[in-house]
């Protein structure tokens, strides 16, 4: 054992050296000759056979733990790679609400409101449209939608590798312009929980969302969340919204044109707004159908037909008055449905032809005359005799004012006030046929004059109301009692302050056109009290009753018939040799009263029907003074020109009276005299008379000599 003939040294194996190992196990040589073989490789100066072979077997071993070292540190990155990915997921996960109390938030309650026909007038809600599910909508709007922004979208999981690759290589290679690989899932994951913001911590978040709505939800439900809840620029979130928005019409009657516009503007609403853009919109919109028809969606003729009829977006008709009525609507709606939670549609008594007319004959006048008499502004009021709301217009255009003049605004009524006054006093004697002295007043230093500042002596009180005389209505008005004329006027329907003092007669309390015009009412139907209203009945959109309402709902009787009939008969007198005598439709009985502040701040006319009663307010915003605008002129034409649309093609409705009047106005009919026409029947019905020429001539003349003080 001392001497080293008895040590035994490892040789290669030759097969081990193809696996790269090394075999540590003696050769048979080794055992039998072992000495011998050293002294042959010394003799051969150590360069023998088995020298060459060590070599390469010792360069062999040096590549390959090259390779199996950078194959190792490989996989160790990867693993490292791994665990931090891993860990920055968790983290951004962490700062999610837990997953198993994740929900799909509500999306905020839309309010359809209706007009009298059924027709759309507006939209409420944070969202601007109801929701609507795939089977409402045509086949081609939602694989619009999905050609155009995720054609793997039934393939992928939530997140779409393949689409991010193609997104890169396009990217890189500029073809195209700028992609992003975000899928519709992810898309809806961002919508739904995170904010807008571009940041990597955003999408992690996003695609973590987005593996969980897949998880929990349908390809078809997650198609259908989405097209509730993308936004579509102008304050339209959803198809809905949208298609109302741009073309005017609900998203179950769009075209496939405008569908592929749809499709395409959810990229950029500002940049690609058809009614902005419509150059950009179009030209978005012929890739999404050139990629529908790639993808099979739609047929070649489906394509040729969508290319070569363009969508073309509606444009904003008039001045968008039906938004003032919708406003209103929004205004009293808590009033009977409390906090609204899911979609619901508004039925109202708005009627689109009146709502449309009075819209128009306003903003006609106001740009016909408006500048020559320095007038900017105005309100409409139209209701049936009941207080339902017919046309509901609070300015001149909506879209450069919001400002609804027709239910907020709070103007002095000048005389068109004196009906108060002198139903107070009708209910305390007076009759309109009880001369009173036109002449100089004076309470207290106060001294009111007449428009003209002429005084006419004895006169019948139904011409002075006629003629608006201020010098009767302040007399009326301290005779009577002011606390008793505001009294009246509250009874009637007046909800804003009123001062009780001498110049309430001349109506320097102001009021609202809404409530003035409601309190009108009163006269109209026999003299019932009304508490005006627009909303018929609210219904969720599957139809459920949340409210209707009652068939009576006003305030009960406010006013004896008699003396409804002895105030119509002074008002009728308005129309017939008064300042409303422009204002009269022919074959209709009206009544109704004038008004003007002494300095033509505000210009006013109430009148009515059996069937109708409207008001126009004209005026300022700023208080600034016309010129000259009184309410026997610009209010009166207005009007005049809403009751020939509002009343054409309808039977004539009386004018509610007392029976006193039968007795005392032959009625037209078999032997009667025709000069005479029956103004209807009914317990509270009246007949006016129709004068004759000469009766209407020597009625002119006794009033033109009042007037001129002759």
Same mark, same amino acid.
């Given at each position: 054992?001392?001497? @080293? ?40 100066? /150590? @360069? ?7 070599? %390469? %077997?010792?360069?062999? %071993? ?6 199996? *070292? ?64 795939? *089977? ?67 999408? !992690? ?16 439900? !997650? ?10 620029? $102008? ?15 609900? $998203? ?73 009525? $919708? ?16 979609? !619901? ?23 016909? *005359? ?38 907020? $605004? ?33 309470? @207290? ?97 599957? /139809?459920?009753?949340?409210? %209707? ?9 406010? !006013? ?66 016309? *010129? ?83």
């Amino acid at each position: 054992m001392a001497n @080293g003939r008895d040590r035994r040294e490892p040789v290669f194996d030759a097969t081990a050296g193809e696996a790269g190992e090394l075999d540590f196990r003696l050769s048979p040589e080794d055992r039998a000759g072992g000495t011998m073989a050293r002294r042959r490789a010394s003799s051969n100066g /150590g @360069g023998g056979p088995g020298r060459p072979a060590k070599l %390469k %077997k010792s360069k062999r %071993k040096g590549g390959r733990s090259l390779f199996s *070292k950078l194959v190792y540190a490989g996989l160790v990155l990867c693993l490292w790679g791994v665990i931090g990915i891993g860990g920055v997921v968790a983290y951004y996960a962490s700062q999610l609400p837990p997953i198993d109390q994740l929900t799909v938030p509500k999306r905020p309650p839309n309010i359809a409101i209706m007009a009298s026909d059924g027709s759309l007038l507006a939209n409420r809600g944070e969202t601007g449209g109801r929701t609507v599910s795939l *089977k409402e909508l045509p086949p081609y709007l939602p694989k619009a939608f999905v050609a155009i922004e995720d054609r793997r979208f039934y393939d992928h999981f939530g997140i779409d590798p393949v689409g991010i690759a193609r997104a890169i290589y396009r990217n890189l290679a500029h073809k195209g312009g700028l992609q992003g690989g975000s899928t519709l899932t992810q898309q809806l994951a961002k919508n739904l929980f995170l904010t807008q913001e571009r940041t990597a911590s955003r999408k !992690i978040q996003e695609a973590i969302l987005a593996l969980w709505l897949e998880r929990n939800y349908s390809k078809d439900q !997650i198609l259908e969340l989405y097209l509730n809840r993308v936004y579509f620029g $102008a304050g339209a979130y959803g198809v809905e919204a949208a298609s109302q928005r741009y073309y005017g019409k609900s $998203a179950r009657s769009i075209s496939l044109s405008e569908a592929a516009v749809l499709a395409g503007l959810v990229q950029s609403p500002s940049r690609l707004a058809p009614n902005r853009n419509p150059e950009r919109a179009q030209a978005r919109a012929e890739l999404v159908i050139a990629a529908m028809n790639e993808l099979g969606f739609i047929t070649p003729g489906m394509t040729k037909t969508a290319l070569g009829a363009p969508a073309e977006p509606v444009r904003a008709k008039g001045a968008g008055s039906a938004n003032y009525a $919708a406003d209103y609507v929004m205004d009293v709606l808590d009033d009977f449905v409390g906090n609204v939670e899911s979609d !619901i549609v508004v039925s109202t008594t708005i009627e689109p032809t009146m709502q449309a007319a009075a819209e128009r004959v306003l903003v006609e006048e106001l740009d016909a *005359k408006g500048q020559k008499f320095n007038v900017s502004q105005g309100a409409f009021v139209a209701l049936q005799p009941d207080g339902a709301v017919r046309a509901l217009v609070g300015g001149r255009n909506y879209e450069t004012s919001q400002f609804n003049r027709a239910t907020t $605004a709070r103007r002095q009524p000048g005389s068109s006030f004196k009906p108060f006054v002198y139903l107070t006093a009708v209910e305390r004697g007076y009759t309109p046929d009880m001369v009173l002295e036109d002449g100089p007043v004076n309470f @207290g230093g106060w001294a009111p004059k007449n428009y003209d500042r002429k005084y006419r002596g004895p006169i019948a009180m139904r011409d002075a109301l006629a003629l608006s005389l201020n010098t009767i209505a302040v007399k009326l008005n301290m005779e009577v009692g002011p606390k008793n004329v505001a009294q009246t006027a509250q009874r009637l329907g007046i909800s804003s302050p009123l001062q009780a003092n001498g110049s309430l007669a001349l109506g320097t309390s102001e009021v609202t056109p809404l409530e003035l015009v409601s309190a009108y009412a009163s006269f109209a139907n026999g003299g019932m009290g009304v508490v005006p209203y627009v909303i018929a009945q609210v219904k969720t959109t599957d /139809g459920k009753l949340i409210y %209707k309402r009652p068939t009576s709902g006003g305030l009960g009787r406010v !006013i004896d018939p008699n003396a409804v009939a002895m105030m119509n008969d002074m008002m009728h007198n308005t129309f017939v040799v008064g300042t409303a005598r422009s204002a009269q439709v022919p074959g209709w009985i009206m009544a109704g009263k004038t008004g003007t502040t002494d300095d033509y701040k505000d210009a006013w006319f109430v009148g009515f029907t059996g069937s109708l009663v409207a008001g126009v307010w004209l005026g300022n915003d700023d208080g600034t003074l016309t *010129k000259r605008v009184s309410g026997g002129n610009l209010p009166s034409e207005v009007w005049h020109n809403f009751m020939k649309v509002a009343l054409k093609d309808q039977q004539p409705v009386p004018l509610p009276g007392s029976e006193r009047f039968r007795n005392e106005v032959p009625v037209a009919g078999a032997g009667q005299d025709p000069r005479y026409a029956t103004a209807g029947a009914g317990e509270n019905a009246w007949i006016a008379p129709q004068p004759t020429p000469q009766r209407r001539a020597s009625r002119e003349k006794n009033f033109f000599e009042k007037l001129f003080g002759l």
